[in-house]
């Protein structure tokens, strides 16, 4: 043998020749069982070890897409059965949480996908219809799940209405009635075109009276007046020039001023009387012209009804006596009070006329158009 041959010594030789004839002898898997097999990790040699399973015991694996792949659809109907489109649909989990809102299409439809499993609940809005809203269900896995009984019923019908006291509803009313003027310049108070107005109490009585008996333009009107009985000399114990201007002037604004407050305010307020002038405004001529002269006699109570002007001619008659006063003493007398009433009388009859006619078309501000 080779290994022999550079041992000389023959106790040496002896000695290799037996560990030579021992690894003969045994088998080669013995010797392999004595050695450990190593991995490394980070450098450093470790025993292999078995790795963890990556599903519990017992388990199957779970599809990596399998949380998103349920969905929930319908259709929204009406109580006959047709189709709703547009109706707002909500999705929302059990507790209310995450909802998913769309509109349904035009065949009613509505369809939310890639769900994951859970519980949910659908509630459905649409203009018109009553709210719905379904139970609580379960959607598992992979479900398509179908909402039954989609059925929207009609909404009740919701009237608000809102009661206010008359007398808000009569000031709403003379404010604009106080807008109204004749070529936008000469006051038309005493006309209302809302054939139905609320009544006025004594107190919005007085309210409108100062506010017509003091406008400006009604004093234009004294002015010209007085000027017209100047040139005119009605009245001679006035005299002329400017002290029998101021007298006839002063005169004017004392008839119009008594005249005014009594028949507009004080028996009104006293007899539950309407002083306003309604329009009628519909029908033939002549049944306008009637309105329109008996109007000047009959007037509607504070209640609606319909009765005996008494407010204008006691005001005539006591602004008649009142004149007596301050009138020269030539002029006085039953004469002067009578006098004045059929004027006043006379001058009611005229104006109606105009408002039933004229003023309509010639007034700004006209809230109304008269008996329906």
Known sequence: MLAFRFVSSPFLQALLAGVLLLCSILPAGA?????????RINDVSLPDTPLPHPYP???APQSPSAEGSAS???TVLDASGATISGANVRLSHGDGSQPHTMMSEANGEFSFAMLPAGSYLVTVNAKGFAPFSSPVFAVAILQAYEVPDVSLSVASASIEVTVRPTE???????RAEEKQRLVGFFPNFYTSYIYDAAPLTAKQKFSLAMRGTFDPVAMLGVGMAAGIEQATNSYAGYGQGAAGYSKRFAAKFADGRTSDLLTHAVFPAL????????YQGSGSVKSRVAHAVTSAFLTRSDTGHTVFNSSYFLGDLSAGALSNLYYPKANR???LVFTNAAVGLAGRIGTNLMREFLSKHLSTNVPGDGKP
């Not at 010797?31 to 991995?39: E, M, W």
């Not at 007899?271 to 309604?278: E, K, S, V």
């Open 333 to 335: 007398g039953a004469n």
């Open 72 to 74: 929930v659809a319908g």
């Open 271 to 278: 007899l539950h009387q309407d002083p306003r002038y309604y």
């Open 31 to 39: 010797l392999a069982q004595q050695q450990i097999p190593t991995r």
């Open 168 to 174: 808000f509803i009569a000031a709403e009313q003379i």
């Open 57 to 59: 015991e017992n388990s």
